[in-house]
């Protein structure tokens, strides 16, 4: 019986088809393998690139956290008109303290206080008794001298005409001269007596020694007044001349070629808001004072009215020449640094705080006046620290970026 080659192929499986069904389990195996191998790999590479990322986030604060992060200004240029403001207090022109030169008790008094007076106005009288005798008798001690210098005239005239006659010596004629001489001296004394007492009784009358207000009154009548200034004297009146006020103000030194003789200066006062006053500086003292380091400078304003009282406290506005009013700027005053080395503010230059050594002219309260160490373009640190040094890393407020290590 014949066999058909063709069903004996296809009922026998060939080599090549049972190697293949052979190998196709362990392909599969190496690729489950192989996609484990890179999901770990990735799952690893995930992990340490998010470990970089927290290294260098973590790595990024640390050297934020070492940046002081700081608020900065920039100096504002000074004013255009340079002027200083200085204070001062108002005194009357002339102020005089009014005492008794004699002795006596008050018999009457005209003026008291507020009231303005003209110069020989009567004030005060004053009753001397004790005076008035001792002026009665100084006349009458004149009266006898003089009447003994007319006997010791007639004397002496009689004895030297009698000495042409060779009738009397010469020494009974000199004695008479000289008895004479003396009288005429007595005389003379006793003329000046009495008029020291009329002038010192002159004195009962008290009157006003110039154009002024009584500003002090310290007697009433009957009060018993001692001459003189000194203990147990009494001041009777104040008085002060108010048609002009002088205003001492003591200027700084580094602003003394400011106080020039013939300066306009402006004057206020918190008794008369939004007014001014105008005065003219007439004198300094032509000395600085070791204590404060100051010219003392008198302005003279004229008071008219009266409105302006001695004693009122005033703010004197002075300007300053072209060659003294420098290029300077302002700062708040919280940029400021004390310390040893001298004042100091702090300012940012290239990511770094740096402490600049400055001097202050004008102080304006919240801001002070630098007048040297600063220029317009520096960024300086607002309430700086007090343990800043130079070298220092900043970040200035508002900015990301920071200076690199």
């Known amino acids: 019986m014949a066999t058909d080659p063709t069903s004996e192929l296809v009922s026998k499986p060939g080599p090549v088809v049972g190697e293949r069904r052979e190998r196709s389990p362990r392909i599969m195996s190496v690729l489950l393998v192989a996609l484990m191998a890179a999901a770990l790999g990735l799952a690893i590479y995930a992990g340490v690139r998010s470990r970089r990322a ?3 986030a973590l790595k990024q604060a640390t050297t934020d956290a070492r940046v002081s992060v700081v608020n900065v200004v920039s100096p504002q240029p000074g004013a255009p008109t340079h002027e200083i403001v200085l204070p001062g207090t108002t005194q009357a022109f002339t102020d005089a303290a009014i005492f008794a030169r004699t002795n006596g008790y008050v018999k009457a008094w005209y003026f008291d206080i507020g009231a303005r007076v003209k110069q020989g106005q009567l004030l005060a009288e004053i009753e001397t008794p004790e005076v008035d005798q001792q002026l009665q008798q100084a006349r009458a001690d004149l009266e006898t001298a003089q009447a003994n210098l007319r006997q010791a005239q007639i004397t ?8 042409e006659s060779d009738s009397v010596s010469k020494q009974e004629t000199d004695q008479a001269v000289s008895a004479l001489s003396a009288a005429k001296a007595t005389v003379s004394s006793n003329v000046a007596n009495v008029r020291r007492l009329e002038e010192l009784q002159k004195f009962e009358k008290i009157y006003a020694p110039f154009d002024g207000v009584i500003t002090a009154r310290n007697i009433d009548i009957g009060v018993l007044i001692n001459a003189g200034s000194t203990p147990p004297g009494r001041e009777m009146f104040h008085m002060t001349a108010i048609h002009r006020l002088r205003v001492f103000v003591a200027v700084p030194e580094v602003y003394s070629r400011a106080a020039q003789p013939g300066t306009v200066a402006t004057l206020n006062l918190d008794a008369f808001p939004g007014r001014s006053f105008h005065g003219t500086l007439v004198r300094t003292a032509n000395a600085i004072d070791l204590a404060s380091r100051t010219l003392l400078v008198e302005v003279d304003v004229d008071n008219p009215g009266g409105e302006l009282l001695p004693g009122a406290y005033v703010f004197v506005h002075l300007k300053l020449p072209t060659q003294v009013a420098s290029a300077t700027v302002t700062v708040p005053a919280n940029t400021l640094l004390f310390r040893a080395e001298g004042l100091q503010v702090a300012v940012v230059r290239g990511g770094q705080a740096q402490l600049v050594p400055v001097r202050i002219g004008r102080d304006f309260g919240t801001t002070v006046e ?11 640190i607002v309430a700086p620290s007090d343990s800043l040094i130079s070298g220092t890393r900043v970040r200035i407020a508002g900015t990301s ?3 690199k290590p």
């Open 370 to 380: 630098i007048v040297s160490g600063l220029q317009p373009t520096d960024q300086v």
């Open 401 to 403: 970026d920071a200076p």
């Open 54 to 56: 927290a290294d260098a």
């Open 156 to 163: 002496a005239d009689r004895w030297v005409a009698l000495l």
